[in-house]
């Protein structure tokens, strides 16, 4: 399973970095949409959530901060 969360760790830092800004128009608001969608979904796992700070290590500062939010978000009584 620590597979599968590093390539969507990997999967969702991209797209972070190549479709994510604070101004977007509506289309790329759309398509960011499903990726925010699905990192949502995920740090709501608590095998996901649990393995988040082990797997950040290394990546983007700016997406570690994202995701982190996210996290925090989704499950505001286990911050990370």
């Known amino acids: 399973m620590l597979i599968i969360f590093d390539m969507l760790i990997s999967l969702f830092e991209r797209a972070y970095l190549v479709a994510y ?8 608001a759309r398509r960011w949409n499903s990726w925010d969608d699905s990192m949502r979904e995920w740090c709501r796992r608590d095998d996901f959530f ?8 290394g990546e983007d500062p ?14 505001p009584q286990g911050m990370i």
């Open 21 to 28: 800004k604070p101004d977007m128009s509506d289309t790329e």
């Open 50 to 57: 649990n393995a988040l700070p082990a797997m950040l290590r």
């Open 62 to 75: 700016a997406f570690q901060s994202h995701i982190r939010k996210i996290a925090q978000e989704e499950r």
